[in-house]
């Protein structure tokens, strides 16, 4: 597999879906970061600096909803993704009226999915 | 023995009475005055529940009624041993007149007996009076030729004292009034309270004072129209601020006022003529009266069933609002449970399907091929499990009216349904029936949440495929009118008439929820149902029964702007 110089942030809590979005996106060449909450996000986005940051929306400590804001108010360019199965909630449709984000739900895709749009919103597609 | 003397005058009435001898004033006003009170006093008192305040406000009525009585008595009684008993007795009787209207002001602002002590000095006041009434402090002596007493220090004293009252009152009602808001209820009811009883107060003491002074005794009658203005005020408070219409005993005092002002005309009327002229009137008041008294009694009685009825109304609004508060709140735990419940439901499933793709990846190592095929068949399950999920979810969304559409100008129906038919065409092939589409040359524009209206349609169509086994699923798209009409008609296993009606509507038992979730129908066409609804549109079905097939129809206005 061909090394693709993208670095990808993903924020989730459920420590098997973090295992496979990280197993997926290292073989497809990404290198990939990982953050167990919020606050932990802020951190490593800070650290890392990702070209990219899925991020989940129910977390301990800080959620996604939270977390993206604040880390589009110190860095206006970073491409956040929603990746969730919250499909409606008051919280989540502001944030996809907003426009600002992407929002996903995890339950509508596929694993290789996930990847074609990541590979879409970097511009690699 | 001063029974054998007599004052001046002459005892023409029951041998004991001149009326010729007080002035007119004691006719006109204090019959009147004296009727008022009593009336007051009864009406307040039957009005407000035989409550202490009323029943205080009743008993400085009959005592007061009683002071006037005496009054009136000392004026017209010749028998010099009565007439000194009148005068005895005055002190008496005018000592209550203060010491009522404190009680009353008390319990009115504290809404609660006045405590024990109070009624311990009230007691002993009234005792004292009463014990000093045969001494000289009350009467120092008596001139029987003019039947003129020489007033001890008591009564005087007994002025004094309606004073201090008074300025207690005035005193006790400002400190309570600057306790209340702006726009309290309360604070009028003060002002009035204190305007009521302290005017009585003073003017009651003023006339016996200047009556006193002046030695002209007619001036104490002025004292009692003070009376009038505190009963009237009280009354007026008393039901004003309990809601009740003081007409009707202002229609029943007008009339017998006026009854007992024709009446007092017998004593002076000489001659057949005019007494039967007095007799006719007073007959006429009588009748006219009670049905003046009669009419105002209705409109009274009906405003206070209207006014009973408002306040239930009120209260039943107040039940209702509580009720939707408690909805409310209820719903939003409902949605907050249906929240996790959506994240806790799908998860997992989708944990499990990405597992499912990494194994089939060979990221966990290379595997053979019946383990694939398997693990695909996982993956079918799977996906059906997340699609039932989804369906239930969308469905108690919308049961709780939380499913919303964003209607959009401009959106083409016919490029919807050949995005259904290219998502159908995979399980067409698989079944090997037939899809067809006819639609019209010109493109078709409505206004519509597209998302949401496309999963609507594609639910029934879904569902023809679904339960279509032969032949196939023809969708029309027509223009009628100011509407599109979606025909989906199919050759499959049709619907049995009584479930045709309310096929849409969703009312579903949890266990026949499950059963529906789980067969992966019904849900969806509750949904697609309530979006088409949402679009202003109609949707029903129509079947020739059982096994000869159904056509759905979707029927959506074009709305223009």
């Known amino acids: 597999m061909e090394k693709i110089n993208k670095k990808i942030l993903i924020v989730e809590d459920d420590e098997d879906f973090l295992s496979i979005l990280k197993t997926k996106f290292t073989s497809e060449g990404f290198s990939v970061v990982t953050a167990k909450d919020g606050e932990e996000g802020i951190s490593v986005a800070e650290k890392e600096k990702p070209d990219l940051i899925f991020t989940d929306v129910l977390m301990p400590k800080m959620g996604g909803i939270e977390m993206a804001k604040k880390i589009k108010e110190s860095d206006k360019k970073a491409l956040i993704i929603f990746l969730t199965n919250m499909k409606d909630s008051d919280d989540t449709n502001e944030i996809k009226k907003s426009g600002e984000f992407d929002y996903l739900i995890k339950s509508d895709l596929r694993i290789s999915e996930i990847v074609e749009k990541a590979k879409i919103k970097l511009g690699l597609k | 023995m001063i029974s054998n003397f007599y004052c001046p005058g002459n005892p023409t009435f029951l041998n004991t009475f001149d009326l010729s001898y007080a002035p007119p004033l004691l006719y006109y006003a204090y019959v009147l005055i004296v009727v008022i009170a009593i009336l007051f006093g009864i009406y307040v008192f039957v009005k407000d529940k035989y409550s202490l305040q009323s029943l205080l406000i009743f008993a400085l009525s009959v005592v007061f009624s009683l002071w006037i009585f005496n009054m009136a008595l000392q004026w017209l009684t010749v028998p010099a041993n009565f007439n000194h008993f009148e005068w005895q007795i005055t002190a008496f009787f005018e000592i209550f007149i203060p010491i009522f209207p404190l009680y009353f002001v008390y319990v009115f602002l504290n809404k609660k007996d006045a405590p024990f002590a109070w009624k311990v000095f009230f007691g002993i006041i009234i005792l004292s009076v009463f014990a000093l009434l045969p001494t000289k402090w009350n009467m120092q002596s008596f001139d029987v030729e003019n ?339 979606i025909e989906i008609k199919d050759s499959g296993i049709g619907i049995p008439q009584e479930k045709i009606e309310n096929i849409f509507e969703g009312q579903f038992e949890r266990t026949q929820l499950a059963q529906k979730a789980a067969s992966g129908s019904g849900v969806g066409l509750y949904l697609s149902g309530q979006i088409i609804k949402l679009h202003n549109g109609k949707v029903w079905a129509e079947s020739a029964g059982e096994g000869k097939g159904s056509i759905f129809y979707i029927e959506l206005p074009i709305l223009k702007n």
């Not at chain 2, 005020?233 to 004003?240: A, D, S």
């Not at chain 2, 719903?331 to 419940?341: C, E, G, I, S, T």
């Open chain 2, 147 to 485: 039947c003129q007493s020489n007033l001890g220090p008591l009564l005087k004293i007994i002025y004094v004292f309606e004073l201090l009252c008074a300025f207690l009152i005035i005193y006790v009602c400002a400190k309570k009034f600057k306790g209340t808001q702006k726009g309290d209820s309360l604070r009028k009811q003060i002002v009035l309270l204190v305007a009521g009883t302290s005017l009585f107060l003073i003017i009651f003491f003023l006339s016996n004072i200047f009556g006193e002074l002046t030695q002209i005794y007619s001036i104490n009658l002025f004292g009692p129209i003070g009376m009038v203005a505190f009963l009237g005020l009280m009354t007026y408070m008393i039901v004003r601020f309990k809601a009740f219409n003081i007409k009707l005993v202002g229609a029943q005092a007008l009339v017998l006022a006026l009854f007992a002002l024709v009446g007092s005309e017998f004593f002076f009327a000489t001659g057949a003529v005019s007494l039967t002229l007095i007799g006719i009137t007073l007959i006429t008041i009588m009748i006219f009266g009670q049905i003046l008294v009669r009419s105002v009694k209705k409109e009274v009685e009906q405003k206070e069933k209207i006014e009973k009825m408002a306040k239930e109304i009120e209260k039943a609004y107040e039940v209702e609002k509580q009720a939707n508060k408690e909805l409310e709140k209820l719903d939003k735990y409902k949605n907050n449970f249906l929240m996790q419940v959506q994240h806790d439901m799908r998860n997992p499933l989708s944990t499990l399907m990405g597992y499912a793709d990494l194994l089939l990846e060979g990221s966990y190592g290379k595997l053979a091929k019946n383990a694939k095929d398997i693990i695909t068949k996982m993956q079918d399950i799977i996906q059906n499990k997340i699609k039932d999920v989804n369906n239930f979810l969308d469905t108690e969304q919308f049961k709780m009216g939380k499913g919303v559409v964003a209607l959009k100008p401009g959106v083409d129906i016919s490029s919807i349904l050949e995005e259904i038919i290219s998502a159908l065409n995979p399980k067409i092939q698989e079944k090997g029936i037939y899809l067809r589409f006819e639609r019209p040359e010109e493109a078709l524009v409505i206004t519509a949440d597209r998302e949401k209206l496309k999963a609507a349609i594609f639910n029934i169509a879904d569902n023809a495929v679904k339960y279509t086994e032969k032949g196939g699923v023809a969708i029309t798209l027509k223009k009628e009118k100011e509407k599109v009409r």
